[in-house]
């Protein structure tokens, strides 16, 4: 993404806020590593936390010292900020923490808008991908901001597998629940799964765009989702993002077809 916003001359910068990361091969304005360090707290003999505990710890220790990020942002006015933050899913659903992220960028006058991640090699499955999109609904609900949902990793994909997960870009639950019925034995789960397929469905909450990062049209496409979400530059003439394009394929349907052809 910062090399595509880079061909566009657009100005990104990128906060590390995963203190378990060990390397990436872009530069960044600010690294939680320099506050604290999950290795260095999984090391503590007064603490004795393992990885999952460790990064907790870490993500709590920052809440507390939201200073440190104050300082390292600055002041400096129309910051395109990208967040690159732990995948620990407690952090989203069960713990506080993320949400006091967003509600101290709100504060410093941000508009925040959460990019929610999932593997698409995890989704080709229906029971895994209800599993996803709740999960994806869940971080929705609990950190109250816009939510662009994006499948990662489309390159690595089979042929057969794009094909496949067409179908749960934009996802018709009840008709999926069906072809997946025979799979559900047990009357009180397949009660339980329809209920929250229908949750999924009636209210249109949760739905995907494809990211192939060695597609330009794919990056764009989920770069103007967010900018919309955000209202990125207001006060310039503002356009929807777009589906679809002269000689380009669409978000969905064309798009699949044309990897698939290839």
């Known amino acids: 993404m910062v090399q595509h916003c880079e061909?566009?001359?657009?100005?990104?910068?990128?906060?590390?806020?995963?203190?378990?990361?060990?390397?990436?091969?872009?530069?960044?304005?600010?690294?939680?590593?320099?506050?604290i360090e999950v290795a260095d707290v999984m090391e503590d003999d007064s603490l004795?936390?393992?990885?999952?505990?460790?990064?907790?710890?870490?993500?709590e220790y920052?809440?507390?010292?939201?200073?440190?990020?104050?300082?390292?942002?600055?002041?400096?006015?129309?910051d395109y900020i990208l967040f690159d933050c732990p995948g620990q899913i407690e952090l989203y659903?069960?713990?506080?923490?993320?949400?006091?992220?967003?509600?101290?960028?709100?504060?410093?006058?941000?508009?925040?808008?959460?990019?929610?991640?999932?593997?698409?090699?995890?989704?080709?499955?229906?029971?895994?991908?209800?599993?996803?999109?709740?999960?994806?609904?869940s971080a929705m609900v609990a950190l109250e901001i816009p939510q662009v949902n994006v499948m990662t990793k489309m390159d690595l994909l089979s042929k057969k597998a794009k094909a496949e997960i067409e179908?749960?870009?934009?996802?018709?639950?009840?008709?999926?629940?069906?072809?997946?019925?025979?799979?559900?034995?047990?009357?009180?789960?397949?009660?339980?799964?329809?209920?929250?397929?229908?949750?999924?469905?009636?209210?249109?909450?949760?739905?995907?765009?494809?990211?192939?990062?060695?597609d330009e049209e794919s990056v764009n496409i989920v770069l103007q989702h967010v900018d919309f979400a955000i209202q990125y530059g207001e006060d310039l003439e503002f356009k929807e993002p777009k589906e679809v394009e002269e000689d380009r394929p669409s978000t969905f349907d064309e798009y699949f077809q044309d990897r698939v052809d290839e």
């Open 7 to 35: 061909s566009l001359n657009r100005s990104v910068q990128v906060v590390n806020l995963d203190p378990a990361a060990e390397h990436f091969d872009y530069d960044v304005m600010a690294d939680i590593r320099e506050l």
């Open 48 to 59: 004795r936390f393992g990885p999952n505990g460790g990064l907790v710890f870490c993500m």
């Open 62 to 78: 920052f809440v507390r010292n939201f200073d440190w990020l104050e300082e390292c942002l600055g002041h400096v006015e129309d």
């Open 93 to 137: 659903t069960h713990l506080p923490v993320m949400k006091q992220l967003v509600e101290q960028l709100q504060q410093w006058e941000f508009r925040v808008c959460g990019v929610f991640l999932v593997d698409s090699q995890f989704m080709v499955e229906s029971f895994k991908f209800i599993s996803g999109a709740m999960a994806a609904l």
């Open 167 to 214: 179908k749960y870009l934009d996802p018709d639950m009840y008709s999926m629940l069906e072809d997946s019925a025979s799979l559900l034995q047990s009357k009180q789960f397949k009660k339980l799964t329809k209920a929250i397929c229908g949750l999924i469905d009636d209210y249109s909450m949760v739905r995907f765009l494809p990211l192939d990062r060695s």
